[in-house]
């Protein structure tokens, strides 16, 4: 039997429409726009709300300490890098870096994509200027193009149903992906073929033939289950887009409840975090795991209220907190937020986006950063969450399968001059397939310290 949702909830999904927006584009037809999240409302599902009912209590077993949280993928992805090559590049480093954290802490790890809707971005301007001339700024291919011409910066709402097929192939090859074979751990070695002999390839090697070994073990003991041949993986974005998160956003005929339907987890942006904005009341509504980012001017006053606001009942994975203090930062704002949580007692599952607080720019110009201080906010957050009695639960990474020259440093020492062989993200700079190799590594001795 289906459930149909009371008045009062069909209402309040509508609230957030009479509450200050940030961060949305100025579409130039409101009655295009109209049509398409009608159109759009009419569309299938993307993700179903069982499978965010078992993130959340996988959540909640990584806010005790029982599991772990990879979420990584594009800064912003593109409709132009949405190839099958890239994409089974990024789930393959997702997937290596999830065996080295496994194996190396004996820890479960909960694979998500930063992918499969990840098409907006808020910025810190509105407009970009460039030689004279002012135009739109680009927010994201699900809103305009990033070509510097008037026809392609203007907001188009049609490309909120471009994202939305965009986002159903690659959750479809995601699905393809993890449950056809390719994310069997008997195949670890295939995922570092053809790569180069540079030390963490050269690392992860040696850990592949460590799990070669245990596999052959529990074969040989006539162990042969499900979990070694495929994975759960998830899909998360940013829930910024008002109108495009609200279409798809459904009434789960089993239990009556709102889902967000398209991703199992969204999160809310240091940007678009105000108490009385409509992000939070939107998301505050929906049955989804959901995350928000906290910057280093948060204070534990902020932080408590938005757990009120987002987890009322105080659920256990039901809220994420994503600290993104910079490393200069986290070891004096972190504690006092981490404390007052603890000591009130709410349920928050605590992961690190070391990337979003030490972003720079390189004296070339580059929109870059450093991998040894991503590496250091990493640090910090063990040491402040281990200091604290609360748990490191996680870790949110901008990161890419490519080889691409974004983050300076790591083992193959990326410089400024090489930033410019392959920088091609539209936004911020992604960590390559051996730097996120490498940072596994790493998390992966703390995570067993
Ligand atoms: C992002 O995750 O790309 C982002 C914009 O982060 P934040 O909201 O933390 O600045
Ligand atoms: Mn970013």
């Known amino acids: 039997?289906?459930?149909?949702?009371?008045?009062?909830?069909?209402?309040?999904?509508?609230?957030?429409?009479?509450?200050?927006?940030?961060?949305?584009?100025?579409?130039?037809?409101?009655?295009?726009?109209?049509?398409?999240?009608?159109?759009?409302?009419?569309?299938?599902?993307?993700?179903?709300?069982?499978?965010?009912?078992?993130?959340?209590?996988?959540?909640?077993?990584?806010?005790?300490?029982?599991?772990?949280l990879l979420q990584g993928g594009d800064c912003a992805e593109t409709f132009a890098e949405s190839t099958a090559d890239r994409i089974r590049n990024k789930i393959r480093t997702i997937l290596q870096m999830s065996a080295v954290l496994t194996y190396g802490a004996s820890l479960p790890v909960i694979k998500m994509g930063r992918m499969a809707g990840q098409f907006a971005k808020p910025r810190s301007a509105d407009t970009e200027t460039r030689e004279g001339v002012t135009l739109p700024v680009y927010r994201g291919d699900a809103v305009n193009g990033h070509a510097f011409t008037e026809?392609?910066?203007?907001?188009?709402?049609?490309?909120?149903?471009?994202?939305?097929?965009r986002s159903a192939t690659i959750i479809n090859l995601i699905r393809a992906f993890t449950y056809g074979g390719f994310a069997d751990l008997r195949e670890v070695h295939q995922w570092n073929r053809g790569f180069t002999a540079n030390p963490a390839y050269a690392r992860y090697e040696v850990l592949a033939n460590e799990i070669d070994r245990a596999m052959r073990f529990m074969r040989a003991a006539g162990v042969d289950f499900d979990a070694l041949r495929t994975v759960d993986m998830y899909t998360s974005h940013e829930a910024l887009l008002l109108d495009y998160e609200a279409a798809m956003t459904r009434i789960d005929s089993r239990s009556g409840h709102p889902y967000n339907t398209s991703a199992h987890f969204l999160w809310i942006g240091e940007r678009t975090r105000q108490l009385d904005g409509p992000h939070v009341d939107l998301l505050s509504r929906v049955h989804n795991p959901i995350g928000v980012k906290l910057g280093p001017t948060t204070t534990a006053d902020d932080a408590l209220a938005l757990a009120d606001a987002l987890n009322p009942e105080n659920e256990r994975g039901r809220l994420t907190f994503i600290t993104r203090m910079g490393a200069g930062r986290?070891?004096?704002?972190?504690?006092?937020?981490?404390?007052?949580?603890?000591?009130?007692?709410r349920n928050v599952t605590w992961v690190c986006d070391p990337m979003h607080g030490?972003?720079?720019?390189?004296?070339?110009?580059?929109?870059?950063?450093?991998?040894?201080?991503?590496?250091?906010?990493?640090?910090?957050?063990?040491?402040?969450?281990?200091?604290?009695?609360?748990?490191?639960?996680?870790?949110?990474v901008e990161l890419t399968g490519d080889d691409v020259t974004e983050v300076l440093g790591g083992s193959e020492h990326v410089d400024e001059e090489a930033l410019a062989r392959r920088y091609e993200t539209l936004v911020d700079p992604r960590l390559n397939h051996q730097q996120s190799l490498e940072m596994a590594f790493d998390v992966a001795e703390m995570l067993r310290d």
């Open 1 to 68: 039997m289906s459930i149909e949702a009371p008045p009062e909830v069909l209402d309040g999904l509508r609230h957030w429409r009479t509450l200050p927006a940030r961060q949305q584009p100025t579409w130039p037809d409101p009655e295009e726009l109209a049509r398409v999240t009608e159109e759009l409302q009419g569309y299938p599902p993307l993700v179903f709300a069982g499978e965010a009912d078992s993130l959340r209590a996988k959540l909640a077993m990584a806010a005790e300490g029982e599991a772990f």
């Open 151 to 165: 026809q392609s910066r203007t907001p188009d709402p049609q490309r909120l149903l471009e994202a939305y097929h």
């Open 330 to 345: 986290i070891r004096e704002v972190l504690p006092a937020l981490a404390e007052r949580v603890r000591a009130e007692g």
């Open 358 to 396: 030490n972003t720079i720019t390189s004296p070339s110009g580059y929109k870059t950063r450093e991998f040894s201080t991503v590496i250091d906010e990493v640090h910090g957050f063990f040491e402040v969450h281990h200091g604290v009695g609360t748990v490191p639960g996680g870790l949110h």
